[in-house]
DNA sequence: GCACACTACATTGCATGCAATTGTGGGGGA
DNA sequence: TCCCCCACAATTGCATGCAATGTAGTGTGC
């Protein structure tokens, strides 16, 4: 389990904690963070949450308004849309990257990601497979930059992802097929067709979430329940 | 003059302090960088030194070694070549961008960054001409992430360019057609070959200031002389 | 002469206390 | 009744002190 980033300090620790209550929705876009609250649920002092939300403002995850309070990012439709540009071109690269690079060990890992991915059941397991199968075939590309800055932009899309699935059933079975045509195209050393696949699926993806979040008016809150009505 | 991050406070004016030193070669890639040092030489405690070194850490101008001490960034060969990898996607998708969207105001922003960057006659004046030219084209795709992450890549791997630069005077001349050519592209709306010709523009920087690299035996010293006593 | 252990130091990480700034609520006046 | 001003509370930013860790240098034993 290489979970290089946020080593053993209790900043790191602080950190991963609310890199995951971010993703896993318990703190909704836009909740701001404050430090003296962390501080108190996680037992530690102000010193290191400082560090971590440091962390995730560069992350991406935290933005800070003009007057310096933290808040969880929330991107905007014309944000989201901007982040896909850039993961297409970034993904598609790495994907050719791993293509013209496969070795057996990596085709074997993609393809039992991809079984994984086919088993999941439930939306939040099928959204954590869904990023483990991706990040696969980033990881493939052996370009660690180009894998911190990818895992990045998909952590500030990806709740949008679920959000498409929730609503499309259709959609569901069209990333299934897609992500099975990956794993082909990866066996067969088709660089130039995967590279084109992963931005379709990408493409697909980007218009599908944002005309969810148009169609359902939902402006910006993306990830969590909660939202007290 | 828009210095939108690194505002106000301590902490935004250390970080600033420190990536013109970075950048100006006054503190050589590798270089340690010790809070304290850097408290006492800028005048304030260690705290602010803290949060501004973490930021840098995230922009990528500072790696921490496993023992928790910050040093200069800088890359290896293949580092470098990966950077490059990145940015060649990303820079001529901005440019497309740039140019589908170009309005008047931005030609002639171009055009003054192009003039300025021929006039240039020093080395420095040229790297900070050519850069500015370069975040102008990135800026008028309106994309603020995209001009980020560019901005980043381009700031770990812009010393090397002086490098090559110095070292290759043909390489300037080379820079200088193609970069006509990028003003006369934007203004004819090719989008198609804008794109295609930011992509080879960076193609030869990269494998010419790789030979260079290799050539000279530098396996990684950049940036400058210097070094602060 | 070499190797190993021990000590002293340098450096980072964390906790706590204080100053500064901002948003907000209440009260007073027009 | 509405608006403005003042004061207080909440929150962040900065400084300082202390603890932990890793390292280098030295001294001793083999």
Redesign the interface.
């Known amino acids: 389990m290489r979970r290089g980033r946020d080593a053993g300090g209790a900043a790191g620790q602080v950190a991963t904690a609310l890199r995951e209550e971010i993703l896993g929705g318990r703190l909704p876009g836009g909740s701001p963070v404050r430090e003296q609250d962390v501080a108190e649920r996680l037992g530690v002092s102000r010193t290191p949450v400082?560090?971590a939300v440091?962390?995730l403002v560069?992350?991406?995850l935290l933005i800070k308004d003009g007057n310096h309070t933290a808040h969880v990012f929330r991107p905007s439709l014309a944000?989201l849309l901007?982040?896909y540009?850039?993961r297409m071109?970034?993904e598609s690269?790495a994907a050719r990257?791993a293509c013209t690079g496969a070795d057996e060990a990596f085709l074997d890992r993609l393809e039992a990601a991809g079984r994984a991915l086919t088993e999941a059941r439930s939306g939040v397991d099928w959204s954590v497979k869904h990023e483990a199968f991706h990040m696969c075939l980033v990881a493939g590309s052996r370009?660690?930059?180009?894998e911190a800055?990818v895992r990045t932009l998909r952590v500030q899309s990806e709740p949008y992802v679920r959000l498409g699935l929730a609503f499309d059933a259709d959609f569901g079975e069209r990333a299934r097929r897609d992500h099975e045509d990956i794993v082909r195209l990866v066996r067969a050393r088709a660089a130039d067709e995967l590279e084109d696949l992963v931005r379709r699926h990408l493409e697909a993806t980007s218009s599908r979430v944002s005309t969810l979040l148009e169609d359902h008016q939902m402006p910006p809150p993306p990830p969590a329940p909660g939202r007290a009505t």
């Open positions: 400082r560090e440091s962390r560069a992350e991406g944000e901007e982040i540009e850039i071109p970034l690269l990257l370009r660690p930059r180009l800055l």
